[in-house]
């Protein structure tokens, strides 16, 4: 197993792409720490993983909840190997439309929750160890509505170049970012959108990708399996890619 023996915290692991990870690293033999902001999905999400999961509530934009993670997951498993700070949430919206509250909600809980992640992880993670943050394949693209969402993901995407050059030479700890493109998760319900305009803005994203169709969780996950994995220990401060081609080809 490519994982076996390893330790992992999985931000946002309660749905979607941080539950798809914890369970394809659990199968790849990795104990595995998971938190999120509801305390049901948690609970969900603890029952579907089963055993040797730590799970516990928590919000990346506290510190204090961040601590309380990684604390705990060192006391509960002796060490941490890899953390997938993969919690985050955005806005889409017209920039004219955007206030200073929607705009600092959007950094607060995505790019700055995500960097103090990874900076109170820190004094809890073993040398050599694998950082992987997630950010969008639209981060490098222009789209009506994104401004905000977009910039906030390429900040996430820089912190794989940079706080790898920072780790790097004293403690041998590779950052890497996964961008995926439009993945079929929960968050599509979450939107208060009619039923309808949810398939019709999932048909709108499959006609922007060669493969024409949405990405899945578990094709995320595998990549992050990769990037924690020893298979990955010549790579360091790198994105990939997993959108089904798109901002890549056009067929």
Request: charged share 20%.
């Amino acid at each position: 197993m490519k994982l076996d023996s390893k330790v992992s915290v999985v931000t946002g692991g309660s749905s979607g792409i941080g539950l798809a990870t914890a369970k394809e690293f659990k199968a790849e033999g990795a104990s595995v720490a998971i938190c999120g902001r509801n305390q049901a999905a948690i609970d969900d999400a603890q029952k579907e993983l089963g055993d040797n999961v730590l799970s516990m509530q928590a919000d990346i934009t506290r510190l204090s909840d961040l601590d309380r993670l990684f604390e705990a997951t060192v006391e509960h498993f002796g060490k941490i190997d890899i953390l997938v700070a993969n919690a985050g949430d955005v806005k889409f919206m017209p920039m004219e439309l955007v206030d200073e509250a929607s705009f600092d909600y959007v950094m607060n809980n995505s790019f700055k929750g995500t960097f103090f992640t990874i900076q109170r992880a820190l004094p809890h993670l073993n040398d050599g160890a694998s950082i992987i943050v997630l950010s969008a394949t639209g981060q490098s693209m222009g789209f009506p509505a994104s401004t905000i969402a977009a910039a906030n993901k390429a900040a996430i995407r820089s912190l794989a170049r940079g706080i790898s050059a920072d780790l790097l030479p004293s403690r041998a700890i590779r950052v890497n970012c996964i961008s995926p493109g439009p993945i079929d998760t929960p968050l599509f319900d979450k939107l208060g959108l009619p039923p309808d305009q949810v398939v019709g803005m999932k048909e709108g994203f499959k006609q922007l990708i060669p493969l024409k169709r949405m990405g899945t969780p578990e094709e995320v996950a595998k990549v992050a399996v990769f990037l924690g994995s020893s298979d990955s220990s010549f790579v360091i401060g790198e994105e990939i890619k997993v959108g089904g081609g798109e901002g890549n080809l056009r067929v």
